[in-house]
């Protein structure tokens, strides 16, 4: 069996594509039973948070073990096969434990080094032990993430180098200023009582929101919360908590919300927050034009760039700037506008009816009459280029918005309303693109280097031990039967005769069996060990059941292991 990985992430896949492929609590449990029941595994575990599914299994088959894992992937998320297949990713064998553990350490997350994925990675694994869909490779893999995780943020600098999504997406609004100075005295709505929504909460009230007001389906969870910001000893803010149906009310009053929830469709609307900011400011809000400005004259660049003098690509960029005036052949020789001059003749044919526009005709005209002027003064004076256009200043956002939620909660619409502003996974994603890498992060990837290492050597060496022990099981049967076979011969031998012959034959052979078994479990750990096992079964012709068998209970032995520690969990 060998251990694969079948997933998309905010790496991977666009959110548009993300956010349809969550998968629900009901859903994920499905996924789980169906892969184990499965022909190719034997074990299942799934890795799904808000920017990334992953399904990991013990596959006794590689190829079919992809082509099973993708279907119940596309399945169960209800994204088509052939649509989802692009941005998947496979690792397989160390592959995919170097990806546990560099997810495990914050490495593959949207804001690198954040920590909150640890307690993902548990809540994977205790589901997975719950429903009896992880064995013994699942169970140690990942444990030794969690502790490579920990381990990494203990032993290095990692944390500095990022920070959880909710602190990063409070940086995003505050936009350069300093979240404590920014949130300082804000009132704060949170909707959603999860883990995402407890962290932003306590974020939000020990950055110094005056208050922090929380919505949940579940009143009960939002009034815990809220008992304790309330009673938290490193704040002083006032908590307190509301039903889901007053959300629109307390929008009107807050100056910054965040929204994770559970919910399959939109929580707010765009007309929602525009209702809330019209009955806070007491004005309609106004929607933003986001329609590209055409260039100056209202044309567009003339043909392709083919035989154009030009840099169309900086020209182009250039807001109010026409390649076919005067600014745009400023500085010619009489050569190099020649050349323009044949390039914008070619282009000011409109190819939908073969007619020549009269403002394209007007600018033909213009560079007829300058290159008349080249003719007589060898070049053109230098002419400024026009200055971009400075768009208007939007307004202060009255309200801030935070979507953490996958999919969405918040409509994206809302990017377009003035006087608002709204940081989403997607915008996050494009923030975090461009986030420096910070030093401890190399330390990290050793880490990460190291432990895959020991764990392909520990796997390696626990695949040969049941047929270790298969062999001395053996050979205790060999010296019980001789010893048996002795007392027929010698019926007169004493207790202490016979003790001191057992003894003196179990000795012979543990010493003969010692060298070999332990040289053996040393050479099954490096690279390509595996074919030891084999080689041991073959050349003292030990049953495979036997060693089935040992196997069984080692597994048997692992899953009581877990659930008298999740007993003791919960007492």
Request: hydrophobic fraction near 45%.
């Amino acid at each position: 069996m060998s251990l694969l990985v079948v997933g998309l992430s905010h790496r991977s896949a666009p959110v548009s594509v993300l956010e349809r492929a969550t998968l629900n609590a009901d859903a994920q449990i499905k996924l789980l039973q169906d892969t184990v029941a499965a022909e190719p595994a034997a074990e299942a575990a799934l890795l799904a948070t808000c920017n990334r599914i992953e399904l990991y299994a013990d596959v006794d088959k590689f190829h079919a073990g992809v082509a099973e894992l993708s279907t119940l992937l596309a399945q169960h998320s209800g994204v088509g096969l052939e649509e989802l297949t692009p941005y998947l990713y496979v690792h397989y064998e160390d592959r995919a434990v170097h990806h546990l553990f560099s997810v495990a350490c914050g490495l593959d997350s949207m804001v690198v080094g954040e920590g909150q994925v640890l307690g993902q990675i548990k809540d994977a694994l205790a589901t997975a032990q719950e429903l009896h869909t992880a064995g013994r490779l699942l169970n140690d893999l990942f444990q030794q993430a969690l502790r490579t995780g920990k381990r990494a943020h203990s032993e290095t600098g990692i944390d500095r180098a990022g920070q959880s999504l909710v602190t990063f997406g409070l940086e995003q609004l505050s936009a350069g200023t300093a979240v404590e100075a920014w949130a300082k005295g804000k009132r704060a709505l949170v909707i959603g009582a999860g883990s995402m929504s407890s962290l932003a909460a306590a974020t939000l009230a020990r950055a110094g929101v005056a208050e922090v007001v929380i919505a949940n389906r579940t009143p009960d969870r939002a009034e815990r919360l809220a008992q304790i910001l309330t009673e938290g000893d490193d704040t002083d803010v006032l908590a307190r908590a509301v039903p889901m149906d007053a959300v629109p009310a307390e929008l009107t009053r807050a100056d910054v919300a965040v929204s994770c929830t559970g919910a399959t469709g939109l929580v707010l609307t765009a007309e929602a927050v525009a209702a809330a900011v019209e009955g806070r400011t007491g004005t309609p809000v106004a929607v933003r034009d986001e329609t590209p400005a055409p260039a100056a004259g209202g044309l567009a660049p003339a043909g392709t760039d083919e035989g154009c003098p030009l840099d169309l690509s900086a020209v182009q960029g250039a807001t109010g700037f026409s390649v076919m005036g005067e600014a745009a052949v400023a500085g010619m020789d009489a050569a190099t506008l020649e050349q323009h001059a044949a390039w914008v003749d070619r282009g000011t044919v409109d190819r939908r009816d073969g007619r020549r526009t009269p403002e394209v005709e007007v600018e033909a005209e213009l560079i007829t009459a300058l290159a008349a002027t080249v003719a007589a003064g060898g070049r053109l004076p230098e002419r400024r280029r026009p200055e971009p256009v400075v768009e208007a200043p939007r307004p202060a956002p009255v309200l801030a918005l935070l979507d953490l939620a996958m999919p969405r909660d918040i409509d994206a619409a809302v990017h377009r309303l003035l006087g608002v502003r709204l940081v989403d996974i997607e915008s996050l994603a494009e923030a975090s693109a461009d986030a420096p890498m910070a030093a401890d992060v190399d330390l990290v990837r050793r880490i990460v280097a190291d432990e895959v290492t020991a764990f392909g050597a520990a796997q390696r060496a626990a695949h040969i031990t049941p047929t270790v022990v298969a062999l001395r099981t053996m050979a205790a049967d060999v010296v019980a039967n001789e010893i048996a076979r002795l007392d027929g011969r010698l019926p007169g031998l004493d207790e202490k005769q016979r003790g001191e012959i057992t003894q003196t034959v179990r000795r012979v052979v543990d010493k003969l069996l010692h060298a070999p078994t332990v040289r053996v479990k040393q050479l099954a750990a490096e690279p390509g060990g595996a074919g030891y096992a084999d080689a041991l079964r073959t050349l003292f012709d030990l049953d495979p059941e036997t060693v089935a068998a040992v196997s069984r209970a080692d597994d048997r032995d692992t899953s009581d292991s877990t659930e008298n520690a999740k007993n003791r969990g919960r007492e």
